[in-house]
């Protein structure tokens, strides 16, 4: 098994020079700074030689006070090894351009175009860097960058005036006052390229060509995004996507909130699973810290995380049955109930049903209630057993595979390489689950198997998740034989000033590889925190999965991947 | 083909309707909450020291400390409570894990309503569960208000006896001047405590009658 | 009431046209107003019946426990909603839309026998105009429906309802022709098309005489009826709503409501045409043995009612190919499968 030093020493071997400093944290986290120059060359050693096939991310760091930014490139394995290389290249703040790895990468393409409409930071080479979280009149006004003074308040109702355009309907628009424009808060102009719709245009073909409207707001969609789709009669030609219309800035908010504050906002990015989020936060903030979790917390915070994955893929796929099924769907109901006992269960621990803010730094909030075992036990056995069923019923539905069987088929191959992760990843056949790859808390000492499918459609995404509840029920029977008794938070308290570090934490979350990259200069703020959510690439594989579908497997294909746009646009 | 199949399909909603409905009869029946709930606050003024922290922590800035008069004004020096906004509220309950009186805590009720925003601002006469009547308050301010004055007259007494001390030892010279006021400063508490003891005995008898009456009084108030 | 007899039948004998023009007006009347309260009444069935699927009440609160006044709640509402038209729609096609689809409905309803009344030994069906084609026009007339829907969808200027109107055209040509079969087969056993007749010659129900035939007939219903399994010109969670998406008040109220009306009359297509009609042994309780005849039919309709709904929860929904393949390359094969069958055995059943 390669470990990080081994990573070093090849990267270091092959291409002297290239890097520029490193850390080794552990056997699976390694810290290198590269030449801007060779990161293309770094990059295709370690995908080419290495077993790198895994472009997990990247973020963008605003160093002010030492006039440079940064770019950290995330590169992972797809279970050839476990080591989690983290590639940063410096650039200077006055003109920051960065090579651009899009053409070797195909998921970079959203990473690096966020982190241009955010920080200004410029890639070269990159196909089409047009906005993709902000909206087209805000780019130009690098919001994450730290000596951003604040933008024109776009909600005030009064200010906004109706105006014609040229296609004949009527847009609002709201002009800066005099006091923003010498504030410096407003670009004076725009870089000059087409709006989304007019991209969306140049693509009519022909007259029996039309673009149809699936979102922001549509009955399909759990979440808003806008999905456009080319249609000739009732095939897809070509799907467009955009995001940012849950867009609440929280990577920026969360600088200006302390640390335990900035907590209750990782509840809000995927509130169906903000267990997960919490986790992924602390995790990072307790790696910084050296900070050990006692073993009662950790059994807790496993259990609680189980559950709330047996809730999400509950609610994610009843609601998705709805989508094909129509709203008086038998089975989906049952899963509704079947939820509310779950939920139950999280609420007697955790006083929420939603946003638990629940896993703090070194331990839990609360310990687990009298009672809670058996109830626990009594609960998941009854919804074993009706799992059980929901499979069977899929199993032998002819209507269901009509509608399912080969819709939206991912191979592996491409699934690797669109970087998505989670159910719609291991229906495809990749047995990839953080659970296993990152194991964090008690999972290394717990036995369970990663559920996966053959061919990557839509049915065996939903059968993925249904597997996965019973997996769940496996893990928490486990948990709640062994669970010690003992104290639930760390006896060294957690100062109000974290020291100063990185860190970057891995969770699976109910919808794939959630990873939080969180900085800390000493201060009581966290300096940056980056989320890597699952969603995110899952949302940008689905327009080229969308072609030459009918509209139906439109809805079929991008429910069952079960996105929460909330998470993606955070 | 679209029939054999199929006769799991049409078992599933007679399988539902077998069962009893699931609807919760709100409003006539409320849900059973556990006791981790946290819904709104439940405030104990009497314990409740007023130091902010829960205003402090709020991520929505949400808290803000209020003067109200049912607090302890021998714990709570500023007598300064906290008002909660709940239309900013997310019941987060991180300032119930702030509260190092541990006097703020959330409790099982979960509706509020109110037709206008000030409605639901809620403040420490409405939160509070616990909080002294008129009278122990005003028992208690009187306790206070005796504290402060012996407080007073101690330094009163201390400055007098400090300021015969140094008109002679500055006579002495400016070298033993620290040491001097180091030793009046001893001989300062000294001299206070002598004649403090006389007043304080006279006065002890008379405080105490008066704590162990407000004491009763608060033991009664809790109990009611 | 002797003169009140006398001077009608005077009137009817001095002025023939406008009497049985008052009397068609006053039919129409009452057969309007008893259907379309009979289709509230499926409406409330539905909602009832999809909440105990789903494991909750239903409506409870207006009219009692059972919710009975529920619709009329939502029908006031609906006709108290403030009236949009989309600026770019075509507005002839877009208000005659709703009233083209009434208009079918009532067409269909003036031919079907809604049950009969036993009086000394002879059963006198109840129609409002008792054609001896019946069973070809009603199928027939139920197609109109279709053009409603396709006048909706079109005449709505919205790419939604343009896609639904082409899906409910799609299904209607699809599955006329199975359904039409079906019914000369049954035509052929019964010797004769008049519905009435056909109820009355079933000695043997044409359900277990015909078992292919009235599978297939029973599905092709489902479909012109868009029910789930079939609902794809109204699939809400693709189409929004589908033809009717631009509607809004008592425009979208009558639209919508027209389904419910059809599904009524398509399951007294059904009980008559396989399921024996009014058939059944008379009670002998005095009054009810007069109208016994009507109570079987209409438990007969209950049944097939709940049957749809029952249906509806418990299936996913076909995508409109799926529809149009299962329309043409089974149900049809079929349907000629149960015609030869019919001509093959029909003459034992005399």
């Not at chain 2, 405080?207 to 608060?218: C, G, I, W, Y």
């Not at chain 3, 996913?316 to 049809?332: A, C, F, P, S």
């Amino acid at each position: 098994m390669t470990n990080a030093s081994e990573v070093l020493s090849s990267v270091q071997s092959a291409l002297p020079g290239a890097v520029l400093d490193s850390r080794v944290e552990s056997d699976r986290r390694l810290w290198a700074t590269i030449d801007p120059s060779k990161i293309e060359e770094v990059c295709k050693h370690l995908s080419d030689k290495l077993n790198f096939d895994h472009y997990t991310g990247a973020a963008g760091v605003d160093w002010i006070a030492r006039k440079e930014m940064e770019v950290v490139e995330i590169m992972t394995s797809h279970g050839s090894h476990q080591v989690v290389a983290m590639l940063k290249v410096k650039t200077p703040r006055d003109n920051p351009s960065v090579k651009s790895l899009a053409n070797l990468y195909w998921n970079a393409n959203w990473y690096e175009r966020e982190i241009w409409e955010m920080f200004g930071i410029s890639f070269e080479g990159h196909p089409g860097l047009y906005p993709l979280l902000l909206g087209d009149e805000l780019v130009g006004v690098w919001p994450w960058r730290k000596d951003f003074k604040g933008y024109p308040d776009l909600t005030t109702g009064e200010r906004a005036v109706e105006r014609p355009t040229a296609a004949g309907y009527t847009e609002f628009v709201i002009s800066p006052t005099p006091a923003e424009i010498e504030a410096g808060t407003v670009p004076k102009d725009r870089p000059k390229y087409p709006t989304f719709r007019e991209r969306e245009e140049k693509e009519l073909k022909s007259d029996s060509e039309m673009i149809l409207h699936m979102g922001p707001q549509h009955a399909m969609l759990p979440g808003p995004f806008l999905l456009d789709i080319l249609v000739e009669g009732e095939r897809v030609h070509r799907a467009f996507l955009d995001m940012g219309y849950i867009h609440k800035g929280i990577e920026k908010i969360m600088e200006n909130r302390s640390w335990l504050q900035g907590l209750t906002y990782t509840d809000r990015m995927c509130y169906v699973a903000s267990l997960s989020n919490n986790e992924c936060y602390c995790g990072a903030v307790e790696r910084i810290l050296g900070l050990e979790v006692p073993e009662r917390a950790q059994y807790i915070r496993v259990i609680l995380e189980e559950l709330s994955r047996i809730q999400s893929h509950l609610i994610g796929t009843g609601e998705f049955l709805t989508l094909i099924a129509g709203v008086g769907y038998a089975p989906w109901n049952f899963m509704i109930i079947d939820r509310e006992s779950v939920i139950s269960l999280i609420e007697s621990v955790t006083g929420a049903r939603l946003t638990h803010t629940f896993v703090r730094f070194g331990g839990v909030r609360n310990d687990l209630p009298e009672g809670f075992s058996e109830k626990c036990r009594s609960s998941l056995k009854y919804i074993e057993s009706r799992t059980k069923e929901y499979i069977e019923l899929f199993e032998q539905d002819p209507i269901y595979h009509m509608r399912m069987e080969d819709v939206g088929a991912l191979s592996a191959e491409t699934a690797k390489r669109v970087g998505i992760s989670g159910p719609p990843l291991r229906a495809a056949g990749v047995a990839y689950d953080m659970r296993k790859e990152d194991p964090i808390l008690v999972y290394p000492e717990l036995d369970f198997k990663v559920a996966t499918g053959k061919k990557g459609d839509c049915a065996d995404r939903v059968d993925v998740r249904l597997k996965e509840m019973l997996e769940s029920i496996h893990i928490i029977d486990q948990c709640l034989d062994r669970i010690p008794s003992g104290p639930i938070m760390a006896e060294t308290k957690v100062p109000k000033k974290i020291p100063a570090g990185e860190a970057y934490y891995r969770v699976e979350d109910p919808r794939g590889e959630m990873g939080m990259y969180v900085i800390s200069d000493g201060g009581d703020k966290p300096y940056r925190v980056k989320v890597r959510g699952p969603v995110y690439a899952t949302l940008q594989t689905l327009p080229p999965l969308l072609e030459g579908v009918y509209i139906a497997d439109v809805v079929a294909i991008a429910g069952s991947m079960d996105g929460c746009p909330s998470e993606a646009d955070r | 083909m679209l029939k054999r199949k199929m006769l799991k399909n049409w078992g599933w909603p007679l399988k539902v309707a077998r069962g009893i409905e699931v609807t919760r009869l709100y409003p006539e029946v409320m849900m059973e909450l556990p006791a981790a709930e946290r819904g709104i606050h439940e405030l104990d003024a009497t314990t409740c020291i007023g130091c902010g922290s829960c205003a402090r922590i709020c991520p929505n800035s949400c808290i803000e400390m209020v003067p109200c008069r049912y607090g302890n004004p021998l714990k709570n020096k500023k007598m300064q409570f906290p008002q909660i906004d709940y239309g900013r509220c997310m019941f987060c309950g991180l300032c119930v894990d702030e509260c190092p009186a541990e006097c703020l805590k959330m409790g099982k009720k979960v509706t509020m309503a109110g037709w206008e925003r000030q409605d639901i601002v809620r403040g420490p006469e409405k939160i509070a569960v616990k909080k002294f009547s008129e009278k122990e308050v005003a028992a208690l301010e009187a306790e206070a208000k005796r504290i402060a004055a012996e407080k007073a007259a101690a330094k009163k007494a201390a400055a007098k006896e400090g300021a015969k001390k140094p008109g002679a030892a500055a006579a002495a010279g400016g070298a033993n001047n620290k040491a001097a006021k180091k030793k009046t400063a001893p001989a300062g508490e000294g001299s206070p405590e002598a004649t403090e003891k006389p007043s304080e005995k006279t006065a002890e008898v008379p405080a105490a009658a008066k704590e162990a009456k407000a004491e009763a009084k608060t033991k009664e108030g809790g109990a009611t | 009431m002797d003169g009140i007899i006398e001077t009608i039948s005077m009137f009817a004998s001095s002025e023939p046209a406008l009497y049985y023009l008052i009397i068609g007006i006053i039919g129409a009347a009452v057969l309007a107003s008893v259907i379309n309260i009979g289709a509230m009444y499926v409406v409330w069935l539905e909602v009832k019946l999809l909440g105990d699927f789903s494991a909750r009440y239903g409506p409870n609160r207006v009219g009692g426990r059972w919710g009975l006044l529920q619709i009329v709640a939502d029908a006031i509402k609906l006709f108290t909603k403030e009236d949009t038209i989309p600026e770019k729609a075509d507005k002839p096609v877009y208000v005659w839309a709703v009233l083209v689809a009434c208009i079918a409905v009532m067409l269909v309803a003036a031919a079907i026998p809604f049950g009969a009344l036993y009086i000394d030994g002879k059963d006198y069906p109840l129609v409002v105009a008792n054609m001896d084609i019946s069973a070809f026009y009603v199928e027939a007339a139920l197609s109109l429906m279709a053009i409603g829907t396709f006048m909706a969808g079109y005449g709505s200027n919205n790419k939604y309802s343009l896609l639904g109107a082409f899906r409910g055209i799609a299904r209607m040509i699809s599955y006329e022709v199975p359904m039409g079969v079906c019914v000369i087969s049954v035509a052929v056993m019964a010797h004769s098309l008049n519905l009435a007749e056909i109820a009355q010659n079933q000695t043997l129900w044409y359900a277990f005489a015909q078992p292919i035939g009235f599978a297939v007939f029973l599905v092709a219903l489902i479909t012109d009826l868009g029910r789930i399994p079939f609902d794809q010109s109204e699939a809400e969670e693709e189409l929004i709503c589908g033809y009717n998406t631009e509607y809004a008040g008592i425009r979208w109220g009558l639209l919508f409501f027209q389904e419910y009306n059809v599904m009524l009359l398509g399951s007294f297509i059904l009980a008559l045409l396989f399921l024996g009609g009014w058939s059944g042994p008379i009670i002998p309780v005095p009054i009810l043995s007069i109208i016994s005849p009507l109570i079987w039919m209409l438990m007969k309709v209950v049944i097939i009612l709940w049957f749809l709904i029952w249906t509806r929860s418990a299936l996913l929904r076909l995508r409109i190919d799926q529809v149009t393949d299962v329309g043409w390359k089974v149900l049809l094969p079929l349907s000629i499968v149960n015609l030869a069958w019919a001509v093959a055995v029909g003459s034992y059943f005399a």
